[in-house]
Nanobody, 128 residues
Framework: QLQLVESGGGLVESGGSLRLSCVAS????????MGWYRQIPGKERELVAGITSGGVTNYADSVKGRFTISRDNAQNTIYLQMNDLKPEDTAVYYC??????????????????????WGPGTQVTVSP
């Protein structure tokens, strides 16, 4: 399967910065879009930033100009640089990936179907 693990969350004061990382591992055949979502209790998970395999990015309006998503395809890793953090950025941040895994038939590798994968999340807390 495909596993995602986030790191880099923590507690920071308003105006501070954090950098989140997410590494994908497992039987990866290909990964298309990757992204960061966030969720606070009682609310739906929302897209923060996304990036295609070709490097095209998109951002939620609330983070434009403050957050930057980047990707290292060779390392199956994405990053989220978060600057000028605000208390309303406090949430659990989840990494997501849309990709496919592979299976083996004898010595041959074959592609399995595409699926959407999620990491366990990392807490980001911004104090006033």
């Amino acid at each position: 399967q495909l596993q995602l693990v986030e790191s880099g969350g923590g507690l920071v004061e308003s105006g501070g910065s954090l950098r989140l990382s997410c590494v994908a591992s497992g039987r990866i055949f290909s990964i298309n879009d990757m992204g960061w979502y966030r969720q606070i209790p009682g609310k739906e998970r929302e897209l923060v930033a996304g990036i295609t395999s070709g490097g095209v990015t998109n951002y939620a309006d609330s983070v434009k100009g403050r957050f930057t998503i980047s990707r290292d395809n060779a390392q199956n890793t994405i990053y989220l640089q978060m600057n000028d953090l605000k208390p309303e950025d406090t949430a659990v941040y989840y990494c997501s990936a849309y990709g496919s895994t592979y299976g083996m038939k004898g010595w041959s590798k074959y592609q399995s179907s595409f699926d959407h994968y999620w990491g366990p999340g990392t807490q980001v807390t911004v104090s006033p």
